[in-house]
């Protein structure tokens, strides 16, 4: 029992501040990789050399999901932008699709 709301509340968010901190910086990490494939692939598909990724700030340990086609072949996607990484530190970016699960 708790003598207010505000009590109430600011029991919980001190119980939760560094779970919620942890996953603020995963979330803005991801949201920054989402926002730099966006930049740099404007039209929905292309070919960026990976250091312009990293030198944009792009934090290759984080993707919300990947998506293998049928030959084998592994997306990594921010959200509904992805990347593949070809020959040559090259990286394929694509937007996902609507009939892609």
Known sequence: KF????????FNNRQNED???YVRRINNILRKNRRILEKLNPKGKTTVDGIHLAEEGFNFHYFTNTYK???G???FFCYEQGYQKIENDQYIL????DYVK
């Not at 003598?3 to 600011?10: A, F, L, P, Y």
């Not at 694509?94 to 699709?97: L, N, R």
């Open 3 to 10: 003598c207010s709301d505000q009590c109430r509340n600011t």
């Open 19 to 21: 779970a919620n901190k």
């Open 69 to 71: 086609t049928q030959k």
């Open 73 to 75: 072949t592994v997306y």
């Open 94 to 97: 694509v937007v996902k699709q």
